[in-house]
Nanobody
Framework: QVQLVESGGGLVQPGGSLRLSCQGS????????MAWYRQAPGKQREMVAQ???????RYVDSVKGRFTISRDIAKNTVYLQMNSLQADDTAVYYC???????????WGQGTQVTVSS
């Protein structure tokens, strides 16, 4: 069973940066579309960024130009570089892997990102 482990959350001031990491327990990028979701208190979980097995990236409009999703295949790790952070970015961020062959969805445990002065 593939597992996803996230790290890198924390408290940052508005305008600051954070990088989230999500490491898979096996070689997953050839079969899984990887994504970062977030869920703020009282709001629905939303996809923030996704990278497909072929390397195609997409972002929710609110983070375009500020967030970048990337991956290191050798390390089985996907990253979310977050720049120019705003208070509205405060949420629990979850790593997700979607098996494009079976439709199975995997989730990490979540990591808290708080943007506050």
């Amino acid at each position: 069973q593939v597992q996803l482990v996230e790290s890198g959350g924390g408290l940052v001031q508005p305008g600051g940066s954070l990088r989230l990491s999500c490491q898979g327990s096996g070689s997953i990028f050839s079969r899984y579309a990887m994504a970062w979701y977030r869920q703020a208190p009282g709001k629905q979980r939303e996809m923030v960024a996704q990278i497909t097995p072929g390397g195609k990236r997409r972002y929710v409009d609110s983070v375009k130009g500020r967030f970048t999703i990337s991956r290191d295949i050798a390390k089985n790790t996907v990253y979310l570089q977050m720049n120019s952070l705003q208070a509205d970015d405060t949420a629990v961020y979850y790593c997700n892997g979607l098996n494009t062959e079976t439709g199975t969805s995997l989730w990490g445990q979540g990591t808290q990102v708080t943007v506050s002065s």
